[in-house]
Structures are given as structure tokens and as C-alpha cells.
């Protein structure tokens, strides 16, 4: 598995802040199809935290 990118960090911070998909993909500037495809390949073990 490859390690989580650091952009996508941010995405895994702010879920776990419990902020929705929308909110994070705006204060993110990036779009809701980026937060929640980031969101799905940690959730399905596709990528993983770390450095």
C-alpha cells in the first residue's frame, strides 16, 4: 500500500474532525469527487497514513 499524500492527510484530519465531504472539499479548494475519493482509498485500504 502507498502512504497516504500529504493533501490527503488533511482530508483523513478533517473526517476525523467530523467535518462532511463538502466542507473539507471547501476549505481545501479542491472538489468533492478529490475528498471523497481520498476518503475511499483509506477507508478500503488503498493507501494508508503515514510518511
Known sequence: ME????RELDVVRLVALGRT???IAAEL???LSTVMI????W???HA???S
Open 48 to 50: 494508508q497514513p503515514g
Open 3 to 6: 502512504p497516504l499524500t500529504d
Open 21 to 23: 465531504n463538502a466542507e
Open 43 to 45: 477507508q478500503h485500504g
Open 38 to 41: 481520498a476518503a475511499w482509498a
Open 29 to 31: 479548494y479542491v472538489s
